[in-house]
C-alpha cells in the first residue's frame, strides 16, 4: 500500500512540473534546499554551505562512468528539482547538457545559477561551429580539476549563495575564505612536490586533465581526444599505439574509468599510465574532504607514473 501511494505521489509531482506548476508546500519554515548538478560542483558548494543553519545541499546526478557533459536530465532528476529545490547550482559553458533547459523554466522553477560565467576557461577562446561539432571543441569547462580554478569557483558559489541567503552571508564568507586557504595550501605542497616535473612531456587522453597539467606546470605532447570511459577496438589501439610512439613522451594521463584493456595495452607498449580521478564517480556525502584527496591522490599518481617511466627508460 505504501509503495503505492509513493507512486501516486511521484506521479502527481511530475505532473505538475510538466505543467508548468510548482508542487504546492504547506507555510511552515523549511530549509534552503539548493542542488547542485554534479558531484564537483556539489563537493565545492558544499564547501561554501558548511554548518549554515537552515540550509541543505544535495548532489542530483548519481556517480556516472562517462562524460559529464553528456548527461540527460531524468524523471527523476526533474522530480527532485520540481519538488524540493529552492535553487540549483550548476557549472553552465558547456558542462550540463541542460543547462538552457533549466534557465527555461523562469518563475515556474527554483533560482539557476551557472558558476562558471565569467571565469577564466581553457581554450575559451575556440567556438563550436554548428551542431555536428563536438563537445570536447570549445571552452573546457572541467575547472574544477584545477586547485587554483576551483578558488575561482568558490569565489563564484559564495557570491550566489549570498545573494540567495543574505542572512547568513558572514559565515557563508567565513567558509569561503576558509575553503580557498586550504586549496591554496595544498597547491602549494603539490606543485613543491611536483617540482622535478616542471616541462616534463605528458600524453592526455582526457580533456579535464588538462586543468591537471596546467596546475603542476606540465607539457603536453601529444592529447587524443576520447570520452571518460570509452573503450577502443583492437584496430583503434593499434593505430593509436603508432600515432603515440612518435609522441617523444611515456607517461600517459587518463581517467581511473578508462577500460582495463586499453591501459593494459599502453602499458604492454612501456606507456606508464598514471589514472587520475575526474571527480564524475563519486556520490553526495563524499565532502570536500574527499576532493582534496581526490587532488591528492591524483599528484601521487602522476609522481608514481614518471617513476615507472624512468625506471622503463633505464632497463632500455
Known amino acids: 500500500m505504501r509503495r503505492r501511494i509513493a507512486a501516486i505521489l511521484l506521479m502527481l509531482a511530475l505532473a505538475l512540473y510538466l505543467s508548468g506548476c510548482r508542487p504546492l508546500v504547506d507555510d511552515a519554515p523549511k530549509a534552503i534546499s539548493v542542488y547542485a548538478t554534479f558531484y564537483p560542483i556539489y563537493v565545492l558548494t558544499e564547501a561554501v554551505m558548511r554548518e549554515v543553519p537552515d540550509s541543505e545541499v544535495h548532489c542530483l546526478v548519481q556517480p556516472q562512468d562517462g562524460c559529464l557533459r553528456n548527461y540527460q536530465l531524468s524523471d527523476w532528476d526533474l522530480y527532485l528539482l520540481a519538488a524540493g529545490a529552492d535553487a540549483v547550482v550548476m557549472g553552465g559553458r558547456g558542462l550540463d547538457s541542460f543547462e538552457s533547459a533549466l534557465f527555461n523554466w523562469g518563475d515556474r522553477g527554483p533560482a ?4 562558471l560565467y565569467n571565469l577564466e576557461l581553457y581554450n575559451q577562446q575556440d567556438t563550436a561551429s554548428g551542431e555536428q561539432e563536438s563537445h570536447l571543441s570549445g571552452a573546457n569547462p572541467h575547472l574544477y580539476m584545477s586547485l587554483e580554478g576551483a578558488t575561482q569557483i568558490i ?3 559564495s557570491a550566489t549563495l549570498l545573494s540567495l541567503d ?6 557563508y564568507a567565513q567558509n569561503a575564505e576558509s575553503a580557498k586557504a586550504r586549496l591554496s595550501a595544498l597547491l602549494e605542497e603539490q606543485r613543491g612536490a611536483l617540482a622535478p616535473l616542471a616541462g616534463r612531456r605528458v600524453i592526455l587522453m582526457n580533456e579535464a586533465l588538462i586543468y591537471t597539467v596546467q596546475d603542476y606546470d606540465l607539457a603536453v605532447a601529444d592529447w587524443v581526444d576520447r570520452e571518460s570511459g570509452e573503450g577502443m ?4 589501439i593499434e593505430t593509436l599505439l603508432e600515432r603515440l610512439s612518435g609522441a617523444e613522451a611515456k607517461v600517459v594521463l587518463i581517467e581511473r574509468q578508462a577500460p582495463q584493456a586499453l591501459v593494459e595495452a599502453l602499458e604492454g607498449a612501456d606507456f606508464a599510465v598514471a589514472r587520475l580521478d575526474v571527480m564524475s564517480t563519486h556520490r553526495e556525502g563524499e565532502g570536500f574532504d574527499t576532493y582534496l584527496e581526490i587532488q591528492r591522490g591524483n599528484a601521487q599518481s602522476i609522481l608514481a607514473a614518471f617513476d615507472r617511466a624512468d625506471s622503463l627508460e633505464g632497463e632500455d
Request: glycine letters at 6%.
Open 233 to 236: 577496438g583492437d584496430r583503434e
Open 112 to 115: 539557476v545559477s551557472a558558476v
Open 155 to 157: 569565489d563564484s558559489l
Open 166 to 171: 543574505p542572512d547568513y552571508s558572514d559565515l
